[in-house]
C-alpha cells in the first residue's frame, strides 16, 4: 500500500474515522470519570489548565499578540466565581459565564495598547497587568480578603440538586463541568478559526501592514481577539476557583503562572487544537513527577531541563510534531464540490470556440469573403 494514504473529506472512510474519534473520545471521558478521587482531580486540573491555555492560544498563537500575564485573567476569573459564591451565595457553576464576561471586558481595556505596539513592547505591557494583579488584591482585601485570601466554604460549592451528585460527590461533579467547559472551547475556538474572522487572525500575525492595506480594521481584530482570549481563561479561572475552594494569589496568580501558561502553550503547539490540551498535561503532570526526583530547586530545574528537551525534539510543538508524522500515513483532501444543477460535470474548455450554428459563418470566413 502506498503512503500517504489519501482520504477525502465526507468520503465513508472519512465519516468512519470520525465516528471511531468521537467513541474513543467517549470512552476516555467515561474512563476519567472512574479513576480514584486524587486522579480525577488530576485530570480535572488539566481540563482547566487546557482551557487556560486554548485562551491563551487565540491572543499569542492565532493572532501573533504575544502575552506573559494571561495568569491575571486566570486570578480575576478565580476571584470573581469566589467573591459571587462567598458574598453574593451564587451557585459556582453560575459564576462561570460571569467569570467570562468579566474577564472579557478586562481585556478590552487590556488589548487596547495592541493598537499601538507589538512583540516585545506588548509583552512588558502584559507583564505589568501580571504583577500589578496580586498588588490589586492585597489593596482591596475588603472584597478579596487581601492577603490573607479567600476562603470558599466547601458547602457552598454543593453541586445542584438537579445535577443528581452529593456535597460529597464535588469532584465527579466538578470533572464534568469542566468536560463541558472544555468541549464548548475547543467547538468556539474551532468555528471561529474557520471563520473570515480566523483569516483575519492569520493575516494581523503575518504582515500587518499587508492585512491593514487590503482593507482589514486591525484595530478591532486585535482588541477583539484580546478580549475574547481573556474571556476564555477567565472562565478556566472560575473553574479553577471550584476546584481550589481558596484563593490566594501570591501563590496561584503571580507572573509565574503566567510563564507557565506560555509555556505550555509552545510546547503543546500554538495554533493548533489538540495543543492546549498536551500543554495541561505538560503544565500538571510534568511537576507532579519531577518533584520526586528532587526538592526545591532540584525540582525547579528538573522541570526546566524536561521542558527544554521537548522543546528541541519537537520545535513546532508537540501537536505540530504528532501532526506531521500523521500526515506521513493519512492525508485529508477536500472533497470536490459538487456539479451546479443545470451545468455539465465537464464543462467545455474556456479557451476553446464555441460551436457555429448551422448556416452562419465563421469569424475567419468573414474575413475572407
Not at 53 to 68: E, F
Not at 162 to 189: E, F, P
Not at 273 to 286: A, C, H, K, N, W
Not at 320 to 348: M, Q, T
Request: proline letters at 5%; charged letters at 10%; a positive charge.
Amino acid at each position: 500500500m502506498k503512503l500517504p494514504v489519501v482520504v477525502k473529506r465526507d468520503s465513508a472512510a472519512y465519516r468512519g474515522l470520525y465516528v471511531a474519534a468521537l467513541i474513543a473520545i467517549a470512552v476516555l471521558v467515561f474512563w476519567g470519570s472512574t479513576l480514584e478521587r486524587f486522579e480525577m482531580g488530576q485530570v480535572t486540573r488539566v481540563m482547566i489548565f487546557a482551557i487556560a491555555i486554548a485562551g491563551l492560544n487565540i491572543a499569542t498563537g492565532y493572532t501573533g499578540l504575544l502575552s506573559v500575564g494571561h495568569s491575571a485573567f486566570f486570578g480575576i476569573g478565580a476571584y470573581t466565581t469566589g467573591i459571587l459564591v462567598v458574598k453574593h451565595d451564587w451557585a459556582a457553576w453560575a459564576t462561570i459565564p460571569v467569570s467570562a464576561f468579566v474577564c472579557l471586558i478586562v481585556g478590552l481595556l487590556v488589548g487596547l495598547p495592541a493598537l499601538r505596539i507589538r512583540g516585545l513592547y506588548l509583552a512588558m505591557v502584559t507583564l505589568a497587568f501580571a504583577v500589578a494583579f496580586p498588588e490589586m488584591v492585597a489593596r482591596f482585601d475588603g472584597l478579596t480578603g487581601g492577603s490573607s485570601g479567600m476562603s470558599i466554604p466547601r458547602a457552598l460549592l454543593r453541586p445542584p440538586e438537579w445535577s443528581g451528585y452529593a456535597l460529597g460527590q464535588k469532584d465527579v461533579w466538578l470533572y464534568w463541568v469542566a468536560i463541558v467547559v472544555l468541549l464548548v472551547t475547543m467547538y468556539l475556538i474551532r468555528s471561529l478559526i474557520r471563520s473570515r474572522y480566523g483569516l483575519a487572525m492569520t493575516a494581523v500575525r503575518q504582515n500587518e501592514i499587508a492585512a491593514a492595506s487590503s482593507g482589514m480594521n486591525i484595530a478591532v481584530v486585535k482588541v477583539a481577539m484580546f478580549g475574547i482570549s481573556g474571556a476564555i481563561t477567565g472562565a478556566a479561572g472560575g473553574l479553577f476557583a471550584m476546584y481550589l475552594g481558596s484563593l490566594y494569589a501570591e501563590g496561584s496568580f503571580t507572573l509565574l503562572a503566567g510563564i507557565t501558561l506560555l509555556i505550555g502553550l509552545v510546547i503543546g503547539g500554538e495554533r493548533t487544537l489538540l495543543g492546549p490540551l498536551i500543554g495541561g498535561v505538560i503544565t500538571v503532570y510534568v511537576p507532579y513527577y519531577t518533584s520526586d526526583l528532587g526538592q526545591g530547586q532540584a525540582s525547579a530545574v528538573l522541570f526546566a531541563v524536561v521542558l527544554i528537551l521537548v522543546i528541541f525534539l519537537a520545535p513546532s510543538g508537540i501537536a505540530g510534531g504528532l501532526g506531521r508524522l500523521g500526515r506521513r500515513f493519512v492525508v485529508f483532501r477536500p472533497a470536490r464540490p459538487a456539479p451546479v444543477a443545470g451545468r455539465s460535470a465537464n464543462p467545455p474548455d474556456a479557451h476553446r470556440a464555441p460551436p457555429v450554428p448551422d448556416g452562419s459563418l465563421t469569424v475567419k470566413e468573414r474575413q475572407d469573403s
